[in-house]
DNA sequence: ATACTATTGAACAAAGTGTTCTATATCGTA
DNA sequence: TACGATATAGAACACTTTGTTCAATAGTAT
């Protein structure tokens, strides 16, 4: 990729979110992230087709880092202990704050993040738990199942961050594990 | 109250309501609410500030009148059976779909709906469970307790819509409760 | 050095916002 | 019914925003 692209593009990111950490996504305007990212227009509409695009770009691209870190690991399904755990370790990694994340999910933007947030979670969960038989054991849909568990984290993650992260990630995963363990308790 | 402002009012609920059944509430403008409603432009702005307080002003009366209900019953707050419970009773409110509310929370409208919905349900839940001692026996902060409850009840209800209500609300009545009895059984 | 391509900045039409104004219609009440 | 009060219509207004176009300029890769 051309070095100038590169840098248009990294400047306009840069802006967005600077502006997102203290504006609410529908309140600001092409124009500003433009003035922000010291950026000719024509240059920012031969980047995102609109300001959606470049925000929907701008989720992937947070969430291909942050799920994916997660998706690699050797995760062992424990529900009992929290050490372990896939959600600790997302935890871990929202509370480093890289790309100001934290403060796009605090804001009033957070439906638009949390939208990416959830789906991509979810697809986590299934692929951590759906296969080895823990979700098949409850006495629920599956697919409901799954939904709850990532809602659950999710708003774990936002009740979170409300709170100005006062308790820590390990605080905060055992609260979590313990609202979802039960249900997933063998039945017999 | 004015007949001609009572009429005024109507037709502009009856407009946005109609155009926030098909059309992402920030893809609907003045100017059509306008056209639908049947009314001049002036006469809006004398009702309503701006777009935005006509949606505070929606979403106030819809929950007001769908919580208000439910807030008078007798329910005795059991976990246990679903018969009596009140989220079965907001569950059947719900399916009347009166004022089309439905259309309003499962369209893409739904995360500022869903803030209305969550904070009022917050509400009802502290007020259905808090004094009665059973929030405390969980091993959980309250707050998290009570935030992961009308968090999940709200998750549900967006999950049933999200399935065009195949299920009955007897059904989805049981899995919520399935998902929040084992929290919160005595522990000793 | 050259051919290619990205950026700039200005200008543009289109659409939307919220305000102000006057004329008109409708209201509640005496 | 007639009155004063008030809500509405509708047009005009200045302003912001959006997304496009174009010719001139600057940077890149080889």
Chains 1, 2 share one sequence.
Not at 35 to 40: K, R
Not at 150 to 178: D, G, I, M, Q
């Amino acid at each position: 990729m051309d070095r100038r692209q590169r840098k248009t593009r990294d400047a306009i990111f840069k802006a967005f979110i600077k502006l997102l950490s203290h504006k609410n996504y529908h309140q600001i305007s092409v124009q500003e992230i433009i003035d922000v990212a010291d950026v000719g227009r024509a240059t920012f509409y031969a980047h995102f087709e609109t300001k959606d695009y470049l925000l929907k770009e701008l989720c992937e691209e947070l969430f291909d880092h942050i799920i994916g870190t997660a998706r690699g690991g050797e995760y062992h399904c424990t529900f009992g202990s929290a050490e372990d755990s896939v959600f600790l370790h997302l935890l871990r990694h929202l509370q480093e704050n890289d790309h100001n994340i934290l403060g796009l999910l605090s804001s009033e933007n957070n439906e638009i993040f949390i939208r990416y947030f959830k789906s991509n979670l979810k697809k986590l969960v299934m692929s951590q738990y759906a296969e080895n038989g823990k979700l098949k054991d409850a006495a629920l849909p599956e697919e409901y199942l799954i939904n709850h568990i990532s809602s659950s984290f999710v708003e774990t993650v936002s009740w979170w961050l409300s709170h100005k992260r006062r308790e820590t990630p390990e605080a905060v995963t055992t609260y979590f594990l313990a609202t979802i363990e039960p249900i997933l308790q063998e039945r017999g």
